[in-house]
């Protein structure tokens, strides 16, 4: 169940501001982290050679290394000292297998199959750890009688584990929503709730993020300051950090058709602001990586969209 605003529902704190920082790179699927108080990220590189993930320092724009290669939808997580990366197997004719990929050093990294479902489509992933294990969002396509009847029916689902090993898939009926599409997840347990980010399709064909949270996995709030990010005019601003832009990037970020914000992520950053990341583009195959901040600490951020 799905609990929405009401004619009785206030607005007491107003709108959380998200100020846009410019445009980073032109990778999409990226994690914003901090390691050993260096600023870093994980993108996914799709657009040139094999598929793989990438870590990159966030100011000299150094790669560390690359892990994942011909693998998609990367993810990333970090737990005392590790560093994770998952990315989903392409098994034609579809795809049910996540990999997990860990380092202590960002350097060298170690893969193994995380999980699989035969039957499944699965698409994009995120990982979080809540007071009973970890938590993995899946975002599906396939079987239709979960997801939905059409190839573009995303829906959201979960696995949870002890150790990060041993996998049980929970009730596939529990998946969220069955009512919109669902794409390019953040999911994050924080203070008693278990916060959601996800892609939502506009009329006209635009795509914006959403957030909700829930308890339980069976009942889920809605943020009231829903969308929580808009295309703008800053999603064609260069960020003085940007790296890897041709001259010919720089002109399809000038004049291309703008009408996505997506696949956010974030972390905990320096002076207690969050730092986040977002694909701009039109969801028909041109996109950039760009970056915004909240004045907050990441739990004060999703607090702050359900106005606490």
């Known amino acids: 169940m799905e609990k929405l605003y009401n004619a009785e529902t206030k607005m007491y704190k107003g709108y ?8 980073v790179g032109k990778n999409t699927e990226s994690t914003p982290f901090v390691w050993n108080g260096v600023d870093m990220r994980m993108e996914s590189c799709y657009k040139e050679g094999p598929t793989h993930a990438v870590i990159r320092e966030r100011e000299s724009g150094k790669i560390l290394s690359t892990v994942g290669e011909n693998e998609f939808f990367y993810s990333f997580y970090m737990e005392n000292g590790t560093a994770y990366v998952l990315g989903t197997k392409v098994e034609e004719p579809i795809k049910n297998t996540i990999m997990i990929y860990e380092s202590t050093d960002l350097v060298n990294w170690k893969g193994r199959k995380l999980l699989d479902n035969p039957g499944w489509n699965y698409f994009n992933t995120s990982l979080t750890k809540g007071p009973d294990g970890y938590v993995l969002l899946i975002e599906a396509n396939q079987p239709f009688e979960y997801s ?13 584990s002890k150790d990060m090993v041993h996998w049980e898939h929970m009730d596939p009926n529990l998946g969220f929503s069955k009512e919109r599409y669902m794409g390019g997840p953040w999911f994050h347990y924080s203070n008693g709730w278990y916060y959601l980010i996800s892609v939502t399709k506009l009329p006209l064909k635009r795509y914006t993020n959403c957030i909700y949270r829930t308890k339980d996995f069976h009942d889920w709030e809605a943020g009231i300051y829903n ?14 950090l940007a790296h890897g832009l041709t001259e010919e990037d720089m002109q399809t970020i000038a004049t291309h058709f703008i009408i996505n914000n997506s696949d956010i992520d974030m972390c905990d950053w320096k002076d207690g602001k969050t730092l986040m990341v977002y694909n701009t583009g039109n969801q028909l195959g041109t996109g950039f990586l760009a970056e915004a901040v909240y004045d907050g600490t990441m739990d004060q951020y999703l607090a702050a969209c359900f106005d606490e």
């Open 148 to 160: 939905g009847p059409g190839p573009y029916d995303f829906t959201l689902f979960f696995a949870t």
């Open 16 to 23: 959380p501001e998200l100020r846009k920082l410019g445009v």
């Open 227 to 240: 969308p929580i990010m808009m295309p703008s005019n800053m999603d064609r601003v260069i960020s003085p």
